[in-house]
């Protein structure tokens, strides 16, 4: 069973930055187009960024573009997330996963807490 691991949230104040970073288990990673989510309390789970198989193609929502970037490395099965320019709203736990038509998602892991204070 694929397992996913994310990591590299912590509270920051308005303005600042992280970068997130998720290990993914087993040997397919590669393969895949994978994505970057999260769930503010008391909301739905909302789509962040997705990246191709090779790293050619992103895509984000608008409400992040222009201040987070996407990345992977094949070779180490680890996406990234760089968050620029955190604004409060940002505050969510964030998951990543394989974001591919037609695949379904891996178990979700545990997250990582993003809190941005103003």
């Known amino acids: 069973q694929v397992q996913v691991v994310e990591s590299g949230g912590g509270l920051v104040q308005a303005g600042g930055s992280l970068r997130l970073s998720c290990v993914v288990s087993?040997?397919?990673?590669?393969?895949?187009?994978m994505g970057w989510f999260r769930q503010a309390p008391g909301k739905e789970r909302e789509f962040v960024a997705a990246i191709s198989w090779s790293g050619s193609s992103t895509d984000y929502a608008d409400s992040v573009k222009g201040r987070f970037t996407i990345s992977r490395d094949n070779a180490k099965n680890t996406v990234f997330l760089q968050m620029n320019s955190l604004k409060p709203e940002d505050t969510a736990v964030y998951y990543c996963?394989?974001?591919?038509?037609?695949?379904?998602?891996?178990?979700w892991g545990q997250g990582t807490q993003v809190t941005v204070s103003s």
């Open positions: 996963n394989r974001d591919s038509p037609g695949y379904s998602y891996y178990t």
């Open positions: 087993g040997r397919t990673f590669s393969l895949y187009r």
